[in-house]
């Protein structure tokens, strides 16, 4: 019924940009917060960053400062831009959205994830 398509990740060096995207399609009616989380090899998954339908965010502590999450509520597209980079940044990034469906079932959506590689 929902969908979402992450784009934006691949191999950068330290201290680099990248920008993740995140569409969702789909019978939707309305999407609450959408948010992106991130899980490395041996590690738990972990929220990065989320933003609710009226912009307000919140922001973990360890990329605070160096990441920004933004919406384009008139795209359902959540988008997450990456600055200063560090090796620890190195993970699996998915995306998650908060659906209000068109027959009006309230549903929590996950993208297929995207990696993100950096290098030291």
């Known amino acids: 019924q929902v969908q979402l398509v992450e784009s934006g990740g691949g191999l950068v060096q330290a201290g680099g940009s990248l920008r993740l995207s995140c569409a969702a399609s789909?019978?939707?009616?309305?999407?609450?917060?959408m948010g992106w989380y991130r899980q490395a090899p041996g590690n738990e998954r972990e929220l990065v960053a989320s933003v609710t339908s009226g912009g307000s965010t919140n922001i973990a502590d360890s990329v605070k400062g160096r990441f920004t999450i933004s919406r384009d509520n008139a795209k359902n597209t959540v988008y997450l831009q990456m600055n200063s980079l560090k090796p620890e940044d190195t993970a699996a990034y998915s995306c998650?959205?908060?659906?209000?469906?068109?027959?009006?079932?309230?549903?929590?959506?996950w993208g297929q994830g995207t990696q993100v590689t950096v290098s030291s």
């Open positions: 998650n959205a908060d659906v209000y469906t068109r027959s009006m079932y309230r549903i929590t959506c």
């Open positions: 789909g019978s939707i009616y309305s999407i609450n917060a």
